[in-house]
């Protein structure tokens, strides 16, 4: 930004603010104005200000640290990269495209957990939402979550070859569900074909940290006489959504 447009009021402000947050309950007036350069009047008039909007607090021996509206703020700041919170907010946008609900889950050992659900209008639906589990070899977003994990971790969450049947197109053992997991790692993306409910197919990608883990998945549950009609352009939605949530700070 080029000087002329900034605030040298904000500017001394801030110099204030950082000074206190280094050394909270340690600088009074006199150190203050030594640390920021500021004359002794004009950051009194700053202090009295900052006081009386909660950004600073005086304590009775004369020394500073930040108010409590500083609290409120950061408690804003983090709930806007709140996954759930981001998720309401994307899914909606991708849910206008496509006109039909999306889902935001979690791996908690052989099943997900649903964390939360953006409703389409239609007059049919699956029935989930935030609280649900369900069996993750069963569904597009366990198949995208389980297809991070290694080998030897899948072993452990499945010890018998036979998984339970939820449909007549569920996945039943586990050498083909590994397999699947194998074909996953290389498209991205993870397929419900009626496995978990019928009458439904789902498309599922993970949401990645910045190391890459997936830490949560989100799916699109499109009705089967529009799966031909959606498939692609809610492949595409769901890779968006996924990337959005995946970039965002409160994927970490």
Request: net charge neutral; proline share 4%.
């Amino acid at each position: 930004m080029e000087k002329r447009y900034r605030v040298p009021a904000l500017e001394r402000a801030h110099a204030v603010l950082r000074e206190i947050a280094q050394h909270p309950a340690n600088r009074k007036l006199t150190a203050l104005c030594k640390s920021s350069g500021i004359s002794k009047s004009t950051l009194f008039s700053l202090l009295q200000t900052m006081e009386e909007l909660g950004w600073v607090l005086q304590h009775d021996d004369g020394t500073y640290s930040l108010g409590k509206h500083f609290g409120y703020m950061g408690h804003a700041f983090f709930n806007q990269y709140d996954r759930v919170a981001l998720f309401d907010r994307e899914a909606q946008r991708s849910l206008h495209k496509i006109g039909a609900s999306f889902h935001l889950a979690e791996l908690e050992g052989s099943r997900v957990l649903y964390l939360a659900k953006a409703t389409s209008p239609a007059p049919v639906q699956m029935v989930s939402g935030p609280g649900a589990r369900a069996y993750a070899h069963a569904t597009g977003l366990g198949k995208a979550l389980l297809a991070d994990l290694s080998n030897e971790e899948l072993l452990r969450l499945f010890p018998n070859e036979e998984l339970p049947r939820l449909t007549p197109h569920t996945i039943v053992s586990r050498t083909e569900l590994l397999m699947q997991l194998a074909e996953i790692r290389v498209c991205g993306y993870a397929l419900d074909r009626e496995e978990g409910v019928m009458g439904f197919q789902c498309i599922a990608a993970p949401v990645r940290q910045a190391d890459k883990r997936a830490t949560s998945a989100v799916s699109v549950s499109i009705p089967l006489h529009q799966w031909e009609e959606k498939r692609a352009s809610a492949l595409d939605e769901i890779r968006g959504l996924a990337m959005r949530l995946s970039l965002h700070p409160s994927a970490e």
